[in-house]
């Protein structure tokens, strides 16, 4: 079993959506957690990093993680072209290094 | 301008060949990581260091070396050894080692066997 899942998509949606991004994660110690957002044939580039339970805003992007259920989110508000792209998650431990998700291609259409 | 370069962008290699990847960050940064990303696969680590002159196995090390004489470098050689090498292949470093430690990614090299 991989220690952080995410379901592959791909997921398409119209302009304006609001987007639902998830990962679900085994370890329970793990206390950081990051999404990651990554254009085609480029590196990925951070969003957002938090490491509590709840929610995180940043413009259009929210990130909100629940670790009674090991479970995280990345939703996208108003959503637009220029967001399609392949999202990862990643989670770790202080003092260890991050298990990615295999991330999830996103496509909203014009 | 600060970040990590990655050169070539495209590389390609026949089989039997090594081939040499180079990573340079001017951010810096004391740990660098190479990971190698397969559709369906995600991320996955291949090798990183903490300090200079030092180096861990990550997940799938088999058929890769790197060396770290430099803080600034980090070049990754793909070895004949490496049964499937036809991949995109990321750098990334961070301040230190740690998940506490935002990962910055370098563009990438993809490289192909023919």
């Known amino acids: 079993q991989k220690e952080v899942e995410q379901d592959p998509g791909p997921l398409s949606v119209p302009e304006g959506a609001i987007v639902s991004l998830n990962c679900t994660y085994s370890?329970?110690?793990?206390?950081?957690f990051m999404w990651y957002r990554q254009y085609s044939r480029k590196g990925p580039e951070l969003l957002m990093y938090?490491?509590?339970?709840g929610n995180k805003e940043d413009g259009r992007f929210t990130a909100q993680v629940d670790k009674s259920s090991k479970y995280i989110s990345l939703f996208i508000r108003d959503s637009q072209p220029s967001d399609s792209a392949t999202y990862l998650c990643a989670t770790g431990i202080s003092g260890s290094r991050l298990t990615f998700g295999e991330g999830t291609q996103l496509t909203v259409n014009p | 301008d600060g970040g990590i370069t990655q050169s070539p962008k495209y590389l390609f290699r026949k089989e039997g060949q090594n081939v040499t990847l180079s990573c340079e960050q001017n951010l810096n940064h004391d740990a660098m990581y190479w990971y190698r990303q397969d559709p369906g696969q995600g991320l996955r680590l291949i090798y990183y260091?903490?300090?200079?002159?030092?180096?861990q196995k990550g997940d799938i090390a088999e058929g890769y070396s790197v060396s770290r004489e430099k803080k600034e470098s980090f070049p990754l050689t793909v070895t004949s050894a490496q049964k499937n090498p036809t991949a995109f292949y990321l750098c990334?470093?961070?301040?230190?080692?740690?998940?506490?430690?935002?990962?910055?990614f370098g563009p990438g090299t993809r490289l192909t066997v023919l």
């Open positions: 990334a470093s961070s301040i230190g080692e740690g998940s506490t430690d935002t990962q910055y």
């Open positions: 370890n329970s110690a793990f206390q950081y």
């Open positions: 260091s903490q300090i200079v002159n030092d180096f």
């Open positions: 938090t490491y509590s339970s």
